[in-house]
Antibody
Framework: EVQLLESGGSLVQPGGSLRLSCAAS????????MNWVRQAPGKGLEWVSG????????YYADSVKGRFTISRDNSKNLLYLQINSLRAEDTALYFC??????????????WGQGTMVTVSS | SYVLTQPPSVSVAPGKTASITCEGN??????VHWYQHKPGQAPVLVMY???DRPSGIPERFSGSYSGNTAALSITRVEVGDEADYYC???????????FGGGTKLTVL
C-alpha cells in the first residue's frame, strides 16, 4: 500500500525554524517527484514546493522562496522541508504529496494526513 | 501569475448532477486536475489532465473543458460526495503549481 507519513510539525515562535519530514512507503520513491502543500486554518490548499525524483530540480511558491528548502533522501525514502524565518502566516497543516511524474510536478495522486505548524509567540 | 477561479459553493440534491467550474486563461492548454477534500482527511485526486479518472474513482465523476473554463461533473450525487473540491494546474511558464480557491459542495 502506498503511504506517506508526515512529522515534525509543532508550535514555533516567529522567526524560528523547523524541519518537516515525510516518510514514504509502498512505491519506488526515487521514480516520482514529490511536493509539499499547505492549508491554513479556514483557507484553501496552497502549493508550497516540489522536487524532482532525483532531487536535481526544486520548485517554490513565491511566498516561501528564500525561506523554505525542499530536499529528499532517496536511500531512506524521506522527503524534507526546512522552514526558516517562520511567520504567523505560515501557520498551516502541511501535506506531503506524491506526484504522477518524475521530473516536473503535475498532479498529486497520493497525500499524507498532514503535520501542523503553528507560529505564535 | 496564473489564477484559477472557482465558485465558493455549489448545492445539489441527492441523485442529481453537480457541476463545479474552474476558470483560467487558456485553461484548455493546461492539464487541469481535481481534488476532493473532506474535513480531517487527506485530499484525494479525483480527475487528472482534464478528464482522466484515477483508479478507484467512480464513473460518476467526469471532467471536461471549453474555452477558459474546466468543469468537474458528478452525476447521481450522494451524501458522501459532500466535500471541498479544488482544481489545480502546473503553470509551466513560471514552474509553479496553482490551486483554485476551492468549492464547497453541499448535498441538500
Amino acid at each position: 500500500e502506498v503511504q506517506l507519513l508526515e512529522s515534525g510539525g509543532s508550535l514555533v515562535q516567529p522567526g524560528g525554524s523547523l524541519r518537516l519530514s515525510c516518510a514514504a512507503s509502498g512505491f519506488t520513491f526515487s521514480s516520482y517527484a514529490m511536493n509539499w502543500v499547505r492549508q491554513a486554518p479556514g483557507k484553501g490548499l496552497e502549493w508550497v514546493s516540489g522536487i524532482s525524483g532525483f532531487g536535481g530540480n526544486t520548485y517554490y511558491a513565491d511566498s516561501v522562496k528564500g525561506r523554505f528548502t525542499i530536499s529528499r533522501d532517496n536511500s531512506k525514502n524521506l522527503l524534507y522541508l526546512q522552514i526558516n524565518s517562520l511567520r504567523a502566516e505560515d501557520t498551516a497543516l502541511y501535506f506531503c504529496a506524491k506526484d504522477f511524474t518524475i521530473v516536473t510536478p503535475s498532479a498529486f495522486d497520493v497525500w499524507g494526513q498532514g503535520t501542523m505548524v503553528t507560529v505564535s509567540s | 501569475s496564473y489564477v484559477l477561479t472557482q465558485p465558493p459553493s455549489v448545492s445539489v440534491a441527492p441523485g442529481k448532477t453537480a457541476s463545479i467550474t474552474c476558470e483560467g486563461n487558456d485553461i484548455g492548454g493546461e492539464g487541469v486536475h481535481w481534488y476532493q477534500h473532506k474535513p480531517g482527511q487527506a485530499p484525494v485526486l479525483v480527475m487528472y489532465n482534464h478528464g482522466d479518472r484515477p483508479s478507484g474513482i467512480p464513473e460518476r465523476f467526469s471532467g471536461s473543458y471549453s474555452g477558459n473554463t474546466a468543469a468537474l461533473s458528478i452525476t447521481r450525487v450522494e451524501v458522501g460526495d459532500e466535500a471541498d473540491y479544488y482544481c489545480q494546474v502546473w503553470d509551466s511558464s513560471i514552474d509553479r503549481a496553482v490551486f483554485g480557491g476551492g468549492t464547497k459542495l453541499t448535498v441538500l
